[in-house]
């Protein structure tokens, strides 16, 4: 619901290398050091978004289970539901994020029974379940507004929605009151309790005192031991401080969208990707996504990317640079619209099943990689073409792409020319030459034999 806003990590000499660049660029370079990202919680984990009402106008939970299978060849082992809990009416314009009851599912969307029946089979697969959770507000005809303290109020005595959002549909909490933090604390754990799932995805967590989010993980992972999965929907490292796991990697994607816009360097991205892990611990991570509900809203990866090949590229960029990569449900199948989460919106999942397939080969690719893709990182600098390999012992992984809508040739980073290389989409061996032609938006990611 939130709108797209805007390590202890050392930089290390900057190494001169005889690169040239695509497109009459002839300047080139590397930057290396340690990786910025721990490893730990996240090297492994790849994020589903279900929005349900992309599923079925109906019992959507159920049908959200009948794709689990599906879900799991894209290599998803954590599956975040969507505000699925009852809507307001009282000034409502349809978003699921304006919640009427805590305690209560939408029943378009089913019953507790689905939900349960749901957890346990994504279990049984290997995935946990994350719920979204909005801590900030509440509808307006929520029991919770009879309780005048437990809302802010202007000067005058009348309760507000959030100051400065534009969220006019509903009603700002008042963290003050130690009545309404028992009883949100009260409500996150009945889902947990009720029906085991591991964790949530709080929206708009900076909306929330700090304090609060310290003394609801602290409780839930009594519940939950080290399953907890915590995602915050923010920016600020604080909320890593908080006990999050993950947080949104929203400079991130901003600037990935810059770039792929012409409007941005691939050097501004992976300065603001060393940023976004300054300070971080380890055992955390940040999410990383080319789109997710909020943006996907305004523009669909298609038009944001120009095209079905721009759109994957930029999912490639942002999965394996680092982070924990989400996919939202729309996005493997290259839906081409904008999609409000307010409305119904029913995918054909079997539209585009070409695309669907390489999202599953790339995201085996993926978590078959992840030893790699927890050694040391170098980047460099090639114009248009975005490259970077991670080192771990004599082995290293290799990613280049393409992030413009034209082929471009550029030279092999003098120490990866001549490697003798995997194709990890192709499994084809073959030696680095000296030069790499890239077709518009093409991608590699190579393993080193």
């Not at 806003?5 to 660049?21: D, E, F, N, S």
């Not at 079925?56 to 699925?84: F, H, P, Q």
């Amino acid at each position: 619901m939130m709108k797209v806003r805007h390590y202890l990590w050392m930089i290390l000499p900057m190494l001169l290398l005889h690169l040239l660049a695509g497109c009459g660029d002839d300047s080139g370079g590397g930057t290396g050091g340690p990786d910025p990202v721990p490893a730990g919680v996240g090297n492994e984990i790849v994020i589903y978004e279900a929005n349900p009402k992309v599923f079925a106008r109906t019992n959507a939970l159920n049908a959200i289970s009948a794709r689990l299978d599906e879900m799991k060849e894209l290599g998803v082992n954590v599956l975040w539901l969507m505000s699925v809990y009852e809507q307001g009416v009282t000034n409502a314009i349809g978003s699921p994020y304006c919640v009427k009851d805590y305690k209560k599912l939408n029943t378009e969307y089913g019953t507790m029974d689905d939900l349960k029946s749901l957890v346990t089979k994504a279990h049984g697969k290997g995935m946990r379940v994350i719920l979204d959770w909005v801590a900030n507000h509440t509808s307006w005809d929520n029991a919770w507004i009879q309780n005048k303290s437990w809302h802010t109020q202007d000067a005058g005595g009348n309760i507000i929605s959030p100051e400065g959002m534009g969220w006019s549909d509903v009603a700002d909490l008042n963290y003050g009151s130690t009545e309404m933090r028992s009883a949100m604390l009260d409500a996150m754990k009945y889902w947990i309790e009720t029906a085991d799932v591991d964790g949530y995805r709080c929206d708009y967590a900076e909306g929330v005192p700090d304090d609060f989010w310290k003394q609801a993980i602290k409780e839930l992972k009594v519940l939950k031991g080290d399953e907890l999965l915590m995602l915050a929907e923010g920016g600020t490292s604080t909320l890593f401080a908080d006990g999050f796991d993950l947080v949104y990697g929203w400079s991130f994607a901003s600037k990935l969208q810059d770039v792929f816009a012409g409007k941005a360097t691939l050097t501004a991205l992976y300065e603001v990707y060393k940023q976004e892990y300054q300070g971080v611990s380890g055992g955390k991570q940040r999410l990383r996504y080319s789109t997710n509900h909020d943006l996907a809203s305004e523009q669909s990866p298609l038009q944001t990317y120009r095209n079905e090949r721009g759109a994957m590229a930029a999912f490639v960029l942002a999965s394996m640079l680092d982070g924990v990569p989400l996919i939202y449900s729309s996005q493997e199948i290259g839906y081409p619209r904008s999609l409000s989460f307010f409305n119904y919106e029913l995918m054909d999942w079997n539209s585009n099943s070409g695309y669907l397939s390489e999202y599953k080969q790339l995201m085996q690719v993926y978590q078959s990689s992840a030893t790699l893709r927890g050694g040391d990182l170098k980047t460099y600098d090639t114009g248009k073409v975005a490259s970077f390999y991670r080192a771990n012992g004599d082995k290293g992984l290799f990613v280049v792409v393409n992030t413009s809508n034209e082929t471009l040739t550029v030279k092999t980073p003098i120490e990866r020319a001549g490697d003798r290389v995997k194709n990890l989409l192709n499994n084809e061996t073959t030696t680095l030459a000296v030069a790499l032609t890239l077709e518009p938006y093409q991608y590699y990611i190579w393993q080193k034999e």
